[in-house]
C-alpha cells in the first residue's frame, strides 16, 4: 500500500525550521512532535532526538490535520482535527519553553482534553491558525454544528482569558457565534491570513450557489466585507472570487506588502484535470481607500 504523509511547515529565523507529521499507517494517528531542524539530525522541543514517540497530542483519539505557527520566541503553536471526545473537535497547544500549554496557560492534559477548543457536538474539522503580532491565535476551520458545513473564526484575546469571535464576544458553542460563513451549503476548507492591523482574511470552498465557488471576505472591524467594499451578505453571493460554471476548490491566499489579497485555487471548469487558479484582486486595494 502506498504510504502517504501529510507535513506541515513553518520557518523560522535563518536555518531553524519546525515540521509536524502525521502518519496514517499510525492506526491512532497521533500528531508527533513539532520536530525542530538547526542542524542534523531533527530534534523534538524538548532537545531530545526525533523519534516515532516524539508526540504532542498523546490520546486516544485520532489526531490529524494540523496547522503550526511560530511565534516570536520561536515556539510553536499547533492546531489539530481530533475525536477524543467522542467527535472531531479542534485542539489548541503551544509550547512555552518548558512544557506544552493551553490557551491561558495551563499544560496541556491529554486525558482532560483541555486543549478542546471547538466544544461542540458536531463536526469541527480542517483547522487553520495564524498568530498575530501580539502571538495571540487566530483560528478557522469548518464545521457542521449548525445543521450544515459553516466557516468559524475565533482568537485568542488575553486579557479576558477566553476565546472570542471576530465582534469581540465571547465564543459560545451553544450559539454558533463564530460562525461567519452562514448560508444554506457546505461552506468548508478554509484557508486565513492576518493583515497588518491583525484582521482576518479568510476563503473558502462553498457549496451554496450551485457549484463549488471560491468566497473571499475580510473582517474589518466592524463587519465582514468583499472585494468590492460592500458587506458580506451570503444571499446574495457577493462573496464569489471564482464565478464560473465548474467546481471551484481548496483555495490558499496570502496577503501582500500593501495587504492585497492573492488567492489560488485548483479549478474543474477547464475539463479533467482541474487547473491550477491565481487570482490577484486590485478591488481590495480599492477597498481599502474608500471612506
Known sequence: MRRVIVFTLAIIFSFSMFVTHIDPENTSRTVTAAVEYNSYPWETVEGSIYNPFSVVSKNN???ELSSIAIDSAGFPHMVWQDNSTGNNEIFYTFWNGSYWAVAGGDAYNPWENNANISRNNGDSAYPVLVLDNADNPHISWHDNTPGNYEIFYIKYDNPSLNWINSQSINYDPATNN????????????????????NNPH???DDFTYGNREI???WWNGSDWICTDGSTYNPATGNARVSQNGGHSCNPAIELDASDTPHIAWHDFSYGNPSR????????LRCAHLLP
Open 215 to 217: 468566497l473571499y471576505s
Open 276 to 283: 491550477l487558479i491565481h487570482c490577484f484582486s486590485l478591488l
Open 61 to 63: 483519539g485520532i489526531s
Open 178 to 197: 463564530a460562525n461567519i460563513s452562514t448560508n444554506s451549503g457546505r461552506s468548508w476548507f478554509p484557508s486565513m491570513t492576518l493583515d497588518s492591523t
Open 202 to 204: 479568510i476563503v473558502w
